[in-house]
């Protein structure tokens, strides 16, 4: 079908409103429309980003992340603890001072190697020394020989978000025999 300069408006070869041709070409969208709609997808991303970003950062979400990392610590030092066992090889984990720290270090005895468990940020540790240790005691030894560790210790697990670092939620616990467990420390503790 040939097309004539009457289905045209203005005689620049568009199609005049009420032709057949004009029904056909307004299917697709403009290049404004499409920006368009790109800019509003792209503002209503960046809003819900912007509201999720808020509900990830609060003091409650930190808190239940910091919940999950004191598992995964107990999990990776009775993993440790085990594979010492197996093996026979004892080790040294330095313990973390009075301040907040986000990681642990643990020294292999045979080989001098060393195991870094690294919270990134999302839980504290702080040292509390069992009764009748030095204030200089800043390592605990593991023996496989005896499954003990020397001396027994405690470490305090603060979450990043709470107001005050100096407020625990979770006390993690080694005892000489060896044994590794998670406590909740009551609300009006340390």
Known sequence: MRRSRSDCCCGRGLPRRGSPLHARSRRAFCLVELLTSFLIILLLFGAGRLALG????????????ARRESEMLLSWLQS?????????????????SSEGIDYL????????????Y???????????LSPGTGPTQTESVFSPLFNTFSPAFS???L??????FSRPFRLLVVSVQGR????????GGR
């Open 54 to 65: 808020a509900c990830l950062d609060s003091p409650r979400a930190r808190l239940a992340s």
């Open 80 to 96: 440790v603890t085990g594979r010492a066992l197996r093996e026979r090889r004892p080790f040294r984990l330095h313990l973390p």
């Open 105 to 116: 270090i643990l020294r292999w005895d045979d080989t001098g190697q060393t195991e870094r």
């Open 118 to 128: 690294d919270s990134r940020g999302r839980l504290l540790m702080r040292h509390q």
């Open 155 to 157: 470490l305090y697990l």
């Open 159 to 164: 979450s990043p978000a709470a107001p005050s």
């Open 180 to 187: 590794i467990r998670l406590d909740e420390v009551p609300s």
